[in-house]
């Protein structure tokens, strides 16, 4: 890693935010457009996809926390719902919120 002075350092996390907000875009369009969407996860999957052990899925869905369904007698969850689920939790950066008071914006 390079060594950055102070002054660098707006422009540094200018550059980065700019990349996150590039990748996060391309994520979309990807989760958005691929088939697999369509398929159904079962827990163990959605627990990889999330990133979280199996046993705290299963306290989140029995306290109605993230959205999933039953088939028969299995958990099911949508990958778009996990990725809507994730992206609730998001938190803005400095500089969206920055942007959103310049517009007048009102935060939730």
Same mark, same amino acid.
């Given at each position: 890693?390079? =060594?950055?002075?102070?002054?660098?350092?707006?422009?540094?996390?200018?550059? &980065? /935010?700019?990349? +996150? *907000?590039?990748?996060?875009?391309? /994520? +979309?369009?990807?989760?958005?457009?691929?088939?697999?969407?369509?398929?159904? +996860?079962?827990?163990?999957?959605?627990? *990889?996809?999330? =990133?979280?052990?199996?046993?705290?899925?299963? =306290? +989140?869905?029995?306290?109605? *926390?993230?959205?999933?369904?039953?088939?028969?007698?299995?958990?099911?969850?949508?990958?778009?719902?996990?990725?809507?689920?994730? &992206? *609730?939790?998001?938190?803005?950066?400095?500089?969206?919120?920055?942007?959103?008071?310049?517009? =007048?914006?009102?935060?939730?």
């Amino acid at each position: 890693m390079t =060594g950055l002075t102070f002054d660098q350092l707006p422009n540094a996390v200018a550059t &980065m /935010l700019h990349k +996150m *907000e590039s990748l996060e875009q391309r /994520l +979309m369009q990807l989760l958005t457009s691929s088939p697999a969407d369509d398929r159904p +996860m079962g827990v163990t999957e959605a627990a *990889e996809f999330l =990133g979280i052990p199996k046993n705290t899925l299963y =306290g +989140m869905t029995s306290r109605r *926390e993230i959205l999933c369904f039953k088939a028969g007698k299995h958990l099911k969850f949508r990958r778009k719902d996990l990725w809507d689920w994730v &992206m *609730e939790g998001r938190q803005e950066t400095a500089a969206q919120i920055q942007s959103a008071a310049r517009k =007048g914006v009102r935060r939730a």
